[in-house]
């Protein structure tokens, strides 16, 4: 079974860079994406970003300038950074996996369908 | 940016009621949204992919439809353990975005 574990600092100061961990246990680190998700009381559930096992990433715009992902698949695991953090970059950040099955549709052509199916247990980050 | 937004964002039901929730995309999504729970201090949890796709080991009281841009999450008979928050979130196009929630509480 597949399980994540993610660590990293929780108490910064504004200016700071966030940087958090996640580890990869009991599967297949290749064929997957490796996702960044962070959650607040005010903004709910946000996308941060993705990288898969080759180091190819995915961004959301809104925060696109200050992140930088890395992966180690000596190790199995991902990390994320996130420079110049404010108030506002305080939350709940989640690593996940996105999964994904093929379904047959139409003509028998193949869709990918991508979900969260595996996630950290989630750190606390506050910038104060 | 896609936006997903959900109603009601507040529901109050009692056990053994069905209820439903929506979640409505700002533009065409096809059937790439999932579904998810979550209780408070833990990390969400996949009910349904494909907007309609029940994940494995989720209890088949959980029913999704819909495409485009109009998508429906069913209870059909609220069970103690279903008082929670529940999230859509769409995989059409990046960034994969969340709908803001509906908090199911006990009437």
């Known amino acids: 079974q597949v399980q994540l574990q993610q660590w990293g600092a929780g108490l910064l100061k504004p200016s700071e860079t966030l940087s958090l961990t996640c580890a990869v246990y009991?599967?297949?680190?290749?064929?997957?994406?490796w996702t960044w998700i962070r959650q607040t009381p005010g903004k709910g559930l946000e996308w941060i970003g993705e990288?898969?096992?080759?180091?190819?990433?995915n961004d959301n715009p809104s925060l696109k300038s200050r992140i930088t992902m890395s992966v180690d698949t000596s190790k199995n695991q991902f990390s994320l950074k996130l420079r110049s953090v404010t108030a506002a970059d305080t939350s709940v950040y989640y690593c996940?996996?996105?999964?994904?099955?093929?379904?047959?549709?139409?003509?028998?052509?193949?869709?990918?369908?991508?979900?969260?199916?595996?996630w950290g247990k989630g750190t606390t980050v506050a910038v104060s | 940016d896609v936006q997903l937004t959900q109603s009601p964002s507040f529901l109050s039901a009692s056990e053994g009621d069905r209820v439903t929730i929506t979640c409505r995309a700002s533009?065409?999504?096809?059937?790439?949204l999932a579904w998810y729970q979550q209780k408070p201090g833990t990390a969400p949890k996949v009910l349904i992919y494909?907007?309609?796709t029940l994940q494995s080991g989720v209890s088949s009281r959980f029913s999704g439809s819909g495409s485009g841009t109009e998508f429906t999450l069913t209870i059909s008979s609220l069970q103690p353990e279903d008082f929670a928050t529940y999230y859509c979130?769409?995989?059409?196009?990046?960034?994969?975005?969340f709908g803001q929630g509906t908090r199911l509480e006990i009437k």
């Open positions: 996940a996996r996105r999964g994904v099955t093929v379904v047959r549709g139409v003509l028998n052509i193949p869709y990918n369908y991508y979900y969260m199916d595996v």
């Open positions: 494909a907007a309609s």
């Open positions: 009991g599967g297949s680190f290749s064929g997957y994406s």
């Open positions: 533009q065409g999504i096809r059937s790439h």
């Open positions: 990288i898969d096992h080759s180091g190819s990433t």
């Open positions: 979130q769409q995989f059409n196009s990046y960034p994969f975005t």
